[in-house]
């Protein structure tokens, strides 16, 4: 084959369209590439500020949000719209990405027109495919479809292996989601710096996120009641949660922490300001699942607000905790992190295993591998010492109770 190779990179969330934004750059600024952008615009605003902040204008948007709109609805509409944009883009492969309604609707629209698929962020896995929900299951279902896995891992390689797709299918990329934080890190401005509306400078900071479906109703009125029993124990504490719009996450948050002091709720943040607010951080409590990817780029512990996660490497590695949504669990962690200096340095210090920084250019490299016999890249190698912009390695290691300076 000759002339430019022709992929197209969908994404419809801020999730992953912050995870492809770096993708759509390395692409981008490589000739032998012609990309096309595809946004289905399955969250309009959040994925919209993202968008701006990465320079990431969409050559096609399908529009496809409504009010009140049904995981049924966005998959119909996706798949309509997504064959109409492949029949006129003729892209030689499409990439989409991790676990996103919209990536395995666009899967299957690209498989019905019989062209490959490659799935960044393949081969994460649970036990169960109802956590995380719908999540789990799309990821599943894409990697079915996809002919290229783009594993973040070894071990999400390994899933891959185990469920019989072919070595040779499969590159260990790191994760994309790392090249993202990093890049909005080494460019945050003044007004991005983090800074806290109450409990003075010097506070030691938890910043929290947690909205998933089963967590919905008791588990979230117990991660509440465990932050404000810690808040109050420690009066040089303070918590910052930007509060998912769901009426279910808001109506038990703000019945539980409202009023709370040194408890700030607000709204959802832009992710160069959410970025900023990590880098402030002390300890991320989250359900999150990039946090828990994100946050240990700069050194900050993760508590992992779940029964169970995708992403067990940074268990085994020391950077996240997995704590449920038990309040006495979580209390219990939160203190041990607070009071025990030598327990915050060995979660600070620990390696993240999740990238270096290149994934976006991993994954270029391997497309012209495959379709224009270019020289297949060198896999992300979690053993190797990180190396990390000088950015983001001066940030990480500092003890609970100094604040990161930025």
């Known amino acids: ?99 996103t309604t919209t990536s395995t609707a666009a899967a299957l629209a690209s498989y019905y027109r019989k062209i490959p698929v490659g799935h960044v962020e393949a ?97 979230m009125e117990s991660i509440c009641r465990a932050l404000a029993d810690v808040v109050r124990r420690h009066d040089d504490v303070s918590i910052i949660w930007p509060v998912h719009p769901n009426p279910e996450v808001v109506e038990v948050v703000r019945r539980i922490l409202d009023g709370t002091p040194r408890v700030q709720l607000v709204q959802p943040m832009e992710y160069r300001k959410l970025v900023g607010a990590i880098g402030r951080a002390t300890i991320v409590a989250t359900d999150s699942g990039g946090l828990q990817e994100e946050a240990p780029c700069l050194g900050k512990p993760v508590l992992v607000l779940r029964r169970v996660t995708e992403r067990p490497e940074g268990v085994a590695a020391g950077t996240l905790e997995l704590v449920g949504t038990d309040k006495a669990t979580i209390v219990a962690a939160l203190d041990r992190l607070l009071d025990d200096e030598a327990a915050y340095q060995r979660m600070a210090r620990a390696a993240n295993p999740y990238g270096d920084g290149k994934a976006s250019e991993r994954i270029a490299a391997s497309l012209l591998a495959s379709y224009r016999s270019g020289k297949a890249p060198t896999e992300f190698d979690p053993s190797l010492p990180p190396t990390l912009p000088s950015s983001a390695r001066s940030a990480i290691g500092e003890p609970p109770g100094k604040p990161v300076k930025h």
């Open 1 to 99: 084959m000759s002339g430019k190779l022709r992929v197209a990179a969908v994404f419809g969330t801020r999730p992953d369209a912050v995870k492809m934004a770096p993708v759509v750059h390395a692409l981008s600024s490589d000739e032998r590439f012609e990309c096309i952008t595809i946004a289905t615009a399955q969250h309009r605003e959040m994925l919209d500020e993202v968008l701006r902040l990465f320079e990431v204008k969409p050559v096609y948007d399908l529009e496809v949000m409504t009010e009140g709109q049904t995981l049924t609805d966005v998959t119909t509409r996706v798949l309509e719209r997504m064959s109409s944009v492949l029949r006129d883009a003729k892209p030689d492969v499409v990439l989409v990405h991790g676990d």
């Open 123 to 219: 081969g994460l896995r649970t036990d169960t495919i109802y956590e995380p929900f719908p999540e789990e299951m799309n990821r599943r279902l894409t990697g079915v479809i996809a002919q290229h896995h783009f594993a973040p891992t070894p071990l999400a390689r390994q899933n891959l292996l185990l469920e019989g797709k072919k070595p040779d299918s499969i590159v260990v990329t790191g994760n994309t989601v790392i090249d993202a934080f990093l890049w909005v890190h080494a460019r945050l401005r003044a007004e991005d710096k983090f800074e806290l509306g109450t409990g003075g400078s010097q506070s030691r900071l938890i910043f929290v996120e947690a909205h998933r479906r089963e967590n919905l109703g008791a588990p």
